[in-house]
């Protein structure tokens, strides 16, 4: 890291000559304090030089406004965006959220090491700090079907990049329980640096293991009492707040009522969409939340800017004061917290978004690789008198697992408006593994929903309630590169998203506009209010989120850690 | 740093093996969200492994009493306290300090590198955590005259060393606000460590500036509006109690009566003697006395245990949680928190002092070379009607420099009971430079008190009120290789201090009797009470403390920062 000092900096700070930037009179934040202080700011390269009465080459009239540091996003993931990843640092900036750091894991669980390039240098050139954590779960557990292995080895050649923090979040929570060899290896790649945890669900003794293990943070907590039992282990928490996973105010509300310090909190995003960060705000959206629910305002913006920073030892980060980085927010006022400007590097990030993409290498596209796709691979003979079902649960990424009797029609399963049909196919080696299951509450009736985009393996992942519907689906992101899918009685729609078959390489207004009208038609075909027809379907394969996942190898019970035995 | 995760921990962790030692129902102090929870602590190989309900192999009920971190010391010198740095370390361990942050600046500019050494060596294998800044400042500026110069090229060869964080205290602000070169790479080679400060002093835009330049930390405030200023800026502040300087009272009832938040305070001793330490406690007295003053204990807790752990990035310290050093404070309770148990790594302080001493390099013995030492030597003409003094003040280590008429005889200065004579000798290389002056209000008569230990280049330093006394003191220091000295009458006292003249390998008990002696023969003679004869004394060379100091170069006016032009 170069020093923040140099002879024309301290100049400026002397006031002997005048700053490039000095933003006059405005309130500043002072997070060290917790005041609001009526004072200039000298910038010079990009770097805050000093705070008194100081005169600029450029002046910035900031009587009666609000001045705090950017907004800093500790756990995100770029991918989930389905366009480029500068697409959503843009959108996210503008909200006032200069400092990512991102955990590249999709493009990881498709691409290996060449997808933490592929987000490394599509995200270099930003107005933004852009930070990466190692993804530690590729594969994301040693059931998965995946892409690329990324072990403790491969890590070694990233320790010394400074944009590498550390761990990416440690989802195998039983690998570190049980003392797995291959995980302890990575922590002690990264023992010197930020692991990031994925609990929420751990708790006593286990939580006491996880701990000791040389975890850090966690985003997973999905309520204050969790999140209260993490925090007296010595977890720093991340209040999410993305598309799919809404913890804010269960746990807000919980700090507030018992008067917790906030210094162990933060926030974060996960996943959240750009449509979404447009209309509601990024890291924006957290504060102004927390604010409303009772936090004072001066700890919610500390919770979006020092405390991440420390928690990461980021360099001159999430303070105004002299040596840092001049990544400012100019608000209306603390009430409405309305963001008016957001300056990174001492410019506003507007005039710095330069529209220029990196090339991207040609081994991430044509990625979708399946055996044997037939209506034959649909078919589900039903045994028992009780299936193992997945419930899906509005507004949740969490699952239910029920067994239930369900609709049964010549020995073999017939989905109706409760129960749907879901399979999941290897797609990155065309093994042919390949597993149906049954889904509950998702609803869709006359057609299929398909999807490469599944957490985190990213396999072929369809949901329907007809073979035909749910093959037509299938074959079309395998001819396309991958995607997002709809079969409606025989009439397909496809979003293509060839990169790794996660991301669109179109700008994301077209690819929203299509997404809506996707989006419209899964609803039209039944899926209810609530569930997000592809960032739902997008989880169910996940084997680290409680209860029940599906998997080309089988039906997964998150709990008891293994698969079930099936009929 | 090795991983605090072990299988046999993680066993021990889970509760499916019983740990080495097991704190039963202690009402457990969380740094984290400042409660005070009941709970066991379970122990395992010298690291926290769980709270909740555990069995251990070895059992201690800690019902009714409450447990802390041990607390941190985050800026101190081990040399002053004349004896081996054991000694002190040993001492303040049974009052509760566990982790030191020691600046070898003393050592160093005696004897350069091989001083830095002899501390590490000294305390490599002593029941405490112990690292070492490297000094910034030896020679501590441009116009000393010390035993050693350490520069950016020397200081490269400890980059890599765990113990050693980052740089010593900054105490030539002047070339940190010049830009000087020297200075410039010293703060490049610690750029991504940790750099403390010394100021206490600058003020607007000269302290932005000194910010700029990366210093985080200082420990000179003396005032409770400096040190606002100082955390305003972003400078985490220790909050200084020791022998000589006691800042505690007045910043601690600013920050008790603005309500600033203590996140950004911590407290250190700087130079504490064993004695009072023995007395009064270490860290354990900035506590206790915070608490009196109105901090609420877990604060006053958090800011001698977490803040500064965090502050330095201290690996595993400052919390009772999984993972964290099992170093930890028994105590009575909040109210008196008398000290009733103190475990390092596990076990109690007192257990593992071992009493073992390294062998000391015989390059830190004979270290005091003087040229031309003779009863012409301390010959002082007064030519002008008024003359520059400088003025001791009780209870600090500041001076105020004062301009006037002295006692005067046959044309020569005439010490009485107000105006002393004071001379400083270069003592490393027998240069021959020599300087006398005048002090006020030090008050002794019929004598003469010298010492080799002398802030910061440690030259021979004597005071007195007769030229004989004074040429005795000098020459009984000059042949024993160094220590304190007095004169009464022609009678000579000496304790003598032959580790690069200022430290004995005798036991604090032998060296503090015989101390007591001395310091009682000094106030016989005149030396006021709140003046310690030795203490004040050795801060009157040191150039970076306002305002006014001798060297053998001349006065020099710190303000000025510059050399007085003397008839």
């Given at each position: 890291?170069e020093?923040?000092?140099?002879k024309?900096?301290s100049?400026?700070?002397?006031?002997?000559?005048?700053s490039?930037?000095?933003?006059?009179?405005?309130?500043?934040v002072n997070?060290?304090t917790?005041?609001?202080i009526?004072?200039?700011i000298?910038?010079e390269?990009g770097?805050i030089?000093?705070l008194?009465?100081?005169e600029?080459?450029t002046?910035?009239d900031?009587d009666?406004?609000?001045?705090?540091?950017?907004?800093i996003?500790?756990?995100?993931?770029l991918?989930?965006?389905?366009v480029?990843p500068?697409?959503?640092?843009?959108?996210?900036?503008?909200?006032?959220?200069?400092?990512?750091i991102?955990?590249?894991?999709e493009?990881?669980n498709?691409?290996?090491?060449?997808?933490i390039?592929?987000i490394?240098?599509?995200?270099e050139?930003?107005?933004?700090?852009?930070?990466v954590m190692m993804?530690?779960?590729?594969?994301a557990?040693?059931?998965?079907d995946?892409?690329?292995?990324?072990?403790a080895?491969?890590?070694?050649?990233?320790i010394d990049?400074?944009?590498?923090?550390?761990?990416?979040?440690?989802?195998?929570?039983h690998a570190?329980?049980?003392?797995?060899k291959?995980?302890?290896d990575?922590l002690?790649?990264?023992r010197?640096?930020?692991?990031?945890?994925?609990s929420g669900?751990l708790h006593?003794?286990?939580?006491m293991?996880?701990?000791?293990a040389g975890v850090?943070?966690?985003h997973e907590c999905c309520?204050?009492?969790?999140a209260?039992?993490?925090?007296?282990?010595?977890?720093?928490?991340h209040?999410?707040?993305?598309s799919?996973a809404?913890?804010?105010d269960?746990?807000?509300s919980?700090?507030v009522?018992?008067?917790?310090?906030?210094?162990?909190?933060s926030?974060c995003?996960?996943?959240?969409h750009i449509?979404e960060?447009?209309?509601?705000?990024h890291?924006?959206y957290?504060?102004?939340?927390?604010v409303?629910?009772?936090?004072d305002?001066?700890?919610a913006?500390?919770?979006?800017?020092?405390?991440?920073?420390?928690?990461?030892?980021?360099?001159?980060?999430g303070?105004?004061?002299?040596?840092?980085?001049?990544d400012?927010?100019?608000?209306?006022?603390?009430k409405d917290?309305?963001?008016?400007e957001?300056?990174?590097?001492?410019?506003?990030?507007?005039?710095q978004?330069?529209?220029?993409?990196?090339?991207?290498?040609?081994?991430l596209?044509?990625?979708?690789k399946i055996?044997?796709?037939?209506s034959e691979?649909f078919?589900?003979?039903?045994?028992?008198?009780?299936?193992t079902v997945?419930?899906?649960?509005?507004n949740?990424?969490l699952?239910?697992?029920k067994?239930e009797?369900v609709?049964?029609?010549n020995?073999?399963?017939a989905?109706?408006?409760?129960?749907s049909k879901?399979?999941?196919?290897?797609r990155?080696?065309a093994?042919g593994?390949?597993y149906?299951?049954?889904?509950?509450?998702y609803?869709i009736?006359?057609?299929?929903?398909?999807?490469?985009?599944?957490?985190?393996?990213?396999?072929?992942?369809?949901?329907?309630?007809n073979?035909e519907d749910?093959?037509a689906?299938c074959?079309?992101?395998?001819?396309c590169?991958?995607?997002?899918?709809?079969?409606?009685?025989?009439e397909v729609?496809?979003?293509?998203?060839?990169?790794?078959g996660?991301?669109?390489?179109?700008?994301?207004d077209e690819?929203?506009?299509?997404?809506?009208?996707m989006?419209?038609?899964a609803?039209?075909m039944?899926?209810?209010?609530?569930?997000d027809?592809f960032v739902?379907?997008?989880?169910l394969?996940l084997?680290?989120?409680?209860?029940v996942r599906?998997?080309p190898?089988?039906?997964?019970?998150?709990?008891?850690?293994?698969?079930?035995?099936?009929?």
């Amino acid at each position: 890291m170069e020093l923040s000092y140099t002879k024309q900096r301290s100049e400026c700070a002397k006031g002997v000559q005048k700053s490039e930037l000095v933003i006059k009179n405005g309130s500043v934040v002072n997070v060290f304090t917790n005041e609001i202080i009526r004072t200039d700011i000298a910038v010079e390269d990009g770097i805050i030089v000093g705070l008194g009465s100081y005169e600029g080459k450029t002046e910035i009239d900031a009587d009666g406004k609000i001045i705090c540091p950017g907004f800093i996003d500790p756990h995100l993931h770029l991918e989930s965006t389905l366009v480029l990843p500068s697409e959503l640092i843009d959108c996210a900036a503008e909200n006032g959220t200069t400092t990512f750091i991102v955990d590249p894991h999709e493009a990881a669980n498709v691409s290996g090491a060449k997808g933490i390039d592929y987000i490394l240098s599509q995200t270099e050139n930003v107005p933004a700090n852009v930070y990466v954590m190692m993804p530690s779960c590729v594969p994301a557990t040693s059931v998965e079907d995946n892409g690329a292995v990324i072990d403790a080895e491969t890590m070694k050649g990233y320790i010394d990049n400074p944009r590498i923090l550390g761990l990416g979040e440690v989802m195998d929570c039983h690998a570190v329980l049980d003392g797995d060899k291959n995980m302890t290896d990575k922590l002690k790649v990264f023992r010197n640096k930020v692991i990031d945890g994925h609990s929420g669900y751990l708790h006593g003794k286990d939580l006491m293991c996880y701990k000791l293990a040389g975890v850090d943070t966690d985003h997973e907590c999905c309520d204050f009492e969790t999140a209260l039992e993490e925090v007296r282990a010595g977890f720093q928490v991340h209040i999410r707040e993305g598309s799919a996973a809404k913890n804010l105010d269960a746990i807000v509300s919980g700090i507030v009522k018992n008067k917790i310090p906030t210094q162990s909190f933060s926030f974060c995003t996960d996943d959240k969409h750009i449509t979404e960060i447009r209309e509601k705000g990024h890291i924006s959206y957290n504060v102004r939340r927390s604010v409303e629910l009772g936090i004072d305002p001066i700890e919610a913006i500390k919770m979006a800017t020092i405390n991440p920073a420390k928690a990461y030892g980021l360099p001159r980060t999430g303070a105004v004061a002299p040596g840092y980085r001049a990544d400012l927010i100019i608000m209306s006022n603390l009430k409405d917290m309305e963001i008016e400007e957001v300056l990174y590097n001492g410019k506003p990030v507007k005039e710095q978004q330069n529209g220029k993409k990196p090339e991207i290498d040609k081994a991430l596209f044509n990625t979708v690789k399946i055996k044997d796709l037939s209506s034959e691979s649909f078919k589900l003979p039903v045994k028992a008198p009780e299936c193992t079902v997945i419930e899906v649960i509005k507004n949740q990424i969490l699952t239910s697992m029920k067994t239930e009797a369900v609709p049964v029609k010549n020995g073999e399963f017939a989905p109706n408006e409760t129960y749907s049909k879901i399979a999941v196919f290897e797609r990155h080696r065309a093994t042919g593994k390949k597993y149906v299951g049954i889904a509950k509450n998702y609803g869709i009736r006359n057609g299929a929903i398909a999807s490469t985009f599944s957490h985190d393996s990213h396999n072929l992942i369809v949901i329907g309630d007809n073979d035909e519907d749910m093959l037509a689906a299938c074959r079309a992101l395998a001819e396309c590169g991958g995607g997002y899918a709809i079969s409606n009685g025989g009439e397909v729609t496809v979003l293509e998203l060839p990169v790794m078959g996660l991301i669109s390489n179109r700008p994301y207004d077209e690819v929203k506009q299509r997404l809506a009208q996707m989006i419209e038609t899964a609803h039209n075909m039944g899926v209810p209010d609530g569930i997000d027809p592809f960032v739902v379907l997008s989880f169910l394969s996940l084997t680290v989120i409680p209860e029940v996942r599906i998997t080309p190898r089988g039906i997964f019970d998150v709990i008891k850690n293994d698969f079930l035995n099936q009929s």
